[in-house]
Nanobody, 127 residues
Framework: QVQLVESGGGLVQSGGSLRLSCDAS????????IGWFRQAPGKEREGVSC????????YYSDSMKGRFTISRDIAKNAVYLQMNSLNPEDTGVYYC????????????????????WGEGTLVTVSS
């Protein structure tokens, strides 16, 4: 069955870096876009980044541009989120999710467009 498993979260100081992984099973990344989302304490879930099924298109929320990089490894069926220059506002639970929409609709519909979600990994950035 379809599964998404996040890992790589943890405690990091402000200015530090983390690399999150999203291991996918039950489907292949060649046919689905993958999005990263996060939810800070007391806040709504928000989109972070997304990579298209071809891997050629990537998207970032404005506050992450230049700091976060999304990538994928088809052989490992995994998607990564490299996060640099972290600040306390980046604290939250990070989730990866599968977007079933074909291009050009994929990565355009936000959290409501995703069909499968991982359990999340907690990122805590201390000041």
């Amino acid at each position: 069955q379809v599964q998404l498993v996040e890992s790589g979260g943890g405690l990091v100081q402000s200015g530090g870096s983390l690399r999150l992984s999203c291991d996918a099973s039950g489907f292949t990344l060649n046919y689905f876009a993958i999005g990263w989302f996060r939810q800070a304490p007391g806040k709504e879930r928000e989109g972070v980044s997304c990579i298209s099924s071809s891997g050629h298109s990537t998207y970032y929320s404005d506050s992450m541009k230049g700091r976060f990089t999304i990538s994928r490894d088809i052989a490992k069926n995994a998607v990564y989120l490299q996060m640099n220059s972290l600040n306390p506002e980046d604290t939250g639970v990070y989730y990866c999710a599968r977007d079933p929409a074909p291009p050009p609709l994929s990565c355009q519909r936000g959290a409501s467009g995703m069909d499968y979600w991982g359990e999340g990994t907690l990122v805590t950035v201390s000041s």
